[in-house]
């Protein structure tokens, strides 16, 4: 399912991230950036050691050993995966942190920030915080679509194409759904 918003494309596919053919992934990561289970540990054993050494350096030299703020995005190559490039964000962890739509949207919007601003063009998400962090699918598609769709309409021209990605068939109808909804009400 794709849709186009003032010239990029906003597009909806069921599969595993880490086969993306895109200038940059996003990772679902954590507070550590040191790896983890779910995508992070799938992107982690597809991109190769070199990922988390450049991961161990960051959380070294660029945040003094502390952990990495949520929804604050961090750029490392892709090393061994087809993505030139891997963006960490950390999303909110539901039940946990205060108002997750809002740190989740903010995820998102900065992943996209940070994509343009390195002068990417095409970027896959995963379904953030949607897995060991707990949050409800119904909603966190909701969110995402809509953070898409505002970043692009803000900012036109940025990217040329935005991908959410869905493991399974069961998370892709949600988005789908998500998508038909957020379209209708424009
Ligand atoms: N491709 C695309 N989506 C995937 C893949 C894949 N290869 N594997 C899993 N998913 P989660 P979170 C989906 O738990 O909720 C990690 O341990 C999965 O079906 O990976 O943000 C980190 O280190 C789900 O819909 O991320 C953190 O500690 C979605 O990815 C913590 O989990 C997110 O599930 C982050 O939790």
Known sequence: M???????LITLVQGDITEQDVDAIVNAANKTLLGGGGVDGAIHRAAGPE????CRRIREEVLGGRYLETAQ???TKGYRLK???VIHVVGPICGVDPDPPRLLAAAYRNSLQLAAAKGLRTIAFP???TGAFGCDIQWASRV???AVIAYLQAN???LAEVRL???TAADHAVYRAALAACLSAR
């Open 156 to 158: 036109p021209g940025a």
């Open 144 to 146: 995402a679509v809509d």
């Open 83 to 85: 993505a030139r490039h």
């Open 2 to 8: 794709q849709a186009t918003i003032f010239g990029s």
């Open 165 to 167: 990605v869905q493991y």
């Open 51 to 54: 990922l988390l050494a450049e």
């Open 127 to 129: 379904s953030i915080s």
């Open 73 to 75: 995005p961090v750029l």
